[in-house]
Nanobody
Framework: QVRLVESGGGSVQAGGSLRLSCAAS????????LGWFRQAPGKEREGVAGTDSGAGTIYADSVKGRFTISQNNARNTLYLQMNDLEPEDSAMYYCALARDQWIGRGLIAEHYNYWGQGTQVTVSS
């Protein structure tokens, strides 16, 4: 079993920055993916960024060049550095883990087995 707990959300003005963290406990294997997803009211959950044990990364087109995903060596802390935030980035952000998945398959929520409770990010114009 894996437990994921997000933190670091908040309210910022457009152009500002936030750093989200996700504390992971439980068994995490080298073949597992860690990722960030977000969901705004009335919209479907969408993938933001993902990373594998080899520090490979994948990003949604909407956040490329602005967001950076990273993890510590023990893979028990996941980060999402968000710069140049836009009002469209406002959403609940979730940390997630996918068992035994190849990063090349993309950011597909159905592939992820464990989810945190989320942390709210609000960007005002």
């Amino acid at each position: 079993q894996v437990r994921l707990v997000e933190s670091g959300g908040g309210s910022v003005q457009a152009g500002g920055s936030l750093r989200l963290s996700c504390a992971a406990s439980g068994l995490i294997n080298n073949r597992d993916l860690l990722g960030w997803f977000r969901q705004a009211p009335g919209k479907e959950r969408e993938g933001v960024a993902g990373t594998d044990s080899g520090a490979g990364t994948i990003y949604a087109d909407s956040v490329k060049g602005r967001f950076t995903i990273s993890q510590n060596n023990a893979r028990n802390t996941l980060y999402l550095q968000m710069n140049d935030l836009e009002p469209e980035d406002s959403a609940m952000y979730y940390c997630a883990l996918a068992r035994d998945q190849w990063i090349g398959r993309g950011l597909i929520a159905e592939h992820y087995n464990y989810w945190g409770q989320g942390t709210q990010v609000t960007v005002s114009s």
